[in-house]
């Protein structure tokens, strides 16, 4: 059985959310927690919350209480979100304005109650 948790627009680049998820993909989610703390990097937070958020839902899923040890992430991806709503303006020589886009990303994490299947 699977379940999915989902982190949509949130304020990370989506290449640095994907060097914490390649550290933890594959492994069960007892072990990821106690690595997401460890990993220097601000968008551990935001993993550690989804990857919370995943397993509950895998629990609500089952209807019975599972052992984190015994749910492993399956997938985990985060992709580019829409750049177009967080237009900023930074300050530029001779009075002018020069406008940059904020970086947004969409993670995407799923969790299931047996081991990935490698070929």
């Known amino acids: 059985m699977q ?11 989506s290449r640095k959310v994907n060097s914490v998820l390649g550290q933890i993909r594959g492994k069960s989610v007892q072990k990821a927690e106690l690595l997401l703390p460890l990993i220097p990097r601000k968008a551990g937070e935001l993993v ?3 990857l ?15 052992d984190p040890a015994g749910m492993w992430i399956t997938e985990a991806w ?16 001779q009075g002018r304005a020069h406008t ?3 970086k947004v990303c969409h993670l995407t994490m799923v969790v299931a109650d047996e081991p990935v299947k490698r070929n």
């Open 78 to 93: 985060a992709n580019n979100g829409p750049m177009s709503h967080m237009k900023r303006v930074m300050p530029a020589p």
């Open 52 to 66: 919370k958020s995943a397993a509950a839902n895998l629990q609500v899923k089952a209807g019975k209480k599972i």
């Open 100 to 102: 940059f886009k904020r």
């Open 48 to 50: 550690a919350k989804t």
């Open 3 to 13: 379940a999915i948790a989902k982190a949509r627009f949130a304020r990370y680049g």
